[in-house]
């Protein structure tokens, strides 16, 4: 990804970052996350509700990483794991989904629903 790509990107606001985030799992079937040494997700607290946090490409993960997580790794995750396996521990741990933090500060964040129903609907207009 080129350097002046990441850095507009990091200059949107969160509403649009998740837009960009929406279409680009969309267009490639993947998406990023973040886990510890022994291999459990990352989850952020704010306020009284646990987030998970997931990026478009590993180039944001990687910068997040710098920040507070540096001895967290990133994880590509495809469009399968993510309904087979993430949705069903995002639901019955009642995540909320934390979309594109950046330089230490949240993201947009959403219900399980309103992402799954977001990105369903730009898998529709790509099929």
Avoid at 33 to 46: A, W
Avoid at 92 to 104: K, M, R, T
Avoid at 108 to 125: G, I, M, N, P
Wanted: proline share 2%; glycine share 2%; aromatic share 14%.
């Amino acid at each position: 990804m080129h350097i002046k790509e990441i850095e507009n990107i990091l200059k949107l606001e969160p509403f649009k970052r998740y837009e960009y985030f929406i279409k680009k799992v969309a267009d490639f079937e993947q998406l990023w996350t973040i886990i510890d040494q022994d291999g459990n997700y990352i989850i952020s607290e704010i306020d009284e509700f646990s987030l998970i946090s997931f990026w478009s490409a590993e180039e944001f993960v990687a910068l997040y990483l710098e920040k507070d997580w540096e001895d967290c790794k990133p994880i590509k995750l495809t469009l399968d794991d993510l309904k087979e396996d993430m949705f069903d521990i995002i639901n019955s741990e009642n995540y909320l989904i934390n979309v594109f933090p950046v330089n230490g500060i949240s993201g947009f964040v959403v219900s399980l629903e309103e992402f799954d129903r977001d990105l369903q609907e730009e898998l529709d207009k790509i099929e």
